[in-house]
C-alpha cells in the first residue's frame, strides 16, 4: 500500500488560493488519489478524485504530476468555514477488494 | 452520492460492556467499511464487510473485540465488545459507490 505523507498544519488567510500536496511515492498503477475534508464532529467529506494530470470540480483542484509520486490539492480563494482537515486518501482497487490507506492529514486555519 | 446514517451519534459507556452501533445506507452497495478515529488522530480502517460472508478485519483488530454484522447490502452493524478506556474514539462507517468512498456522520464513543 501507497503510504501517503502530508504536513501536519497551514495556515491562510481567506480570499487566498491554499495548495496542499501529499507524497505517495509507492503509488501503484491501479491507485487513485482522493481527497477529503473534515470538520471537527463529523465524517470526512468526499473533494475531488484523480489518476493523473488535472482534475477540477466546483469546489477544488487536483494537479498530479506524470509521475503521480505526488499530488496538490488547490482551494481557490478560501474562506473562514474552509477551516478542516484535509486528508490525502489513496484508493486501490482491485476485483471487489479494496485498499484504504489515510494520511496523516493536514489542519488547515483560515484567517480573517 | 451515497447517503449514510449511524446509530447512536454519541454514547458513555462503562468499560466492561459493549456497544452495537448500527449503519444504514440509501442504497444498496457490496462492501462497506468501519473505521475508528481517536482523538486528533487519523482514520484507521477496522474492517471490511461485505454481504453474505465474513468480515475482513485489518492487522491489530479481531472479530471477538470488534464483531461485525452485514445481514444485507444496505445495513451494517459493528460491535465493540469488553470496552476498556482505550476505546474511545468516533467509529465511522463507509461505503464505496462510482469510485468514492463516503462516509457517515460516526459514533462518538466515550468509555468511562
Known amino acids: 500500500l501507497a503510504k501517503t505523507t502530508q504536513p501536519i498544519s497551514m495556515d491562510s488567510y481567506e480570499g487566498q488560493e491554499v495548495n496542499i500536496t501529499c507524497s505517495h511515492n509507492n503509488i501503484a498503477t491501479n491507485d487513485y488519489i482522493t481527497w477529503y475534508q473534515q470538520f471537527p464532529s463529523q465524517g470526512p467529506r468526499f473533494i475531488i478524485q484523480g489518476y493523473k494530470t488535472k482534475v477540477t470540480n466546483e469546489v477544488a483542484s487536483l494537479f498530479i504530476p506524470a509521475d503521480r509520486k505526488s499530488s496538490t490539492l488547490s482551494l481557490p480563494r478560501v474562506s473562514l468555514s474552509d477551516t478542516a482537515v484535509y486528508y490525502c486518501?489513496?484508493?486501490?482497487?482491485?476485483?471487489?477488494?479494496?485498499?484504504?490507506?489515510f494520511g496523516s492529514g493536514t489542519q488547515l486555519t483560515v484567517l480573517p | 452520492s451515497a447517503v449514510i446514517s449511524q446509530k447512536p451519534s454519541r454514547d458513555i459507556c462503562q468499560r466492561g460492556t459493549s456497544l452495537t452501533i448500527q449503519c444504514q445506507v440509501d442504497s444498496q452497495v457490496t462492501m462497506m467499511f468501519w473505521y475508528r478515529q481517536q482523538p486528533g488522530q487519523s482514520l484507521t480502517l477496522i474492517a471490511t464487510a461485505n454481504q453474505g460472508s465474513e468480515a475482513t478485519y485489518e492487522s491489530g483488530f479481531v472479530i471477538d473485540k470488534f464483531p461485525i454484522s452485514r445481514p444485507n447490502l444496505t445495513f451494517s452493524t459493528l460491535t465493540v465488545s469488553n470496552m476498556s478506556p482505550e476505546d474511545s474514539s468516533i467509529y465511522l462507517c463507509?461505503?464505496?459507490?462510482?469510485?468514492?468512498?463516503?462516509f457517515g456522520p460516526g459514533t462518538r464513543l466515550l468509555v468511562l
Open positions: 463507509s461505503v464505496g459507490q462510482g469510485g468514492t468512498q463516503y
Open positions: 486518501l489513496v484508493v486501490r482497487t482491485s476485483g471487489s477488494a479494496r485498499q484504504l490507506t
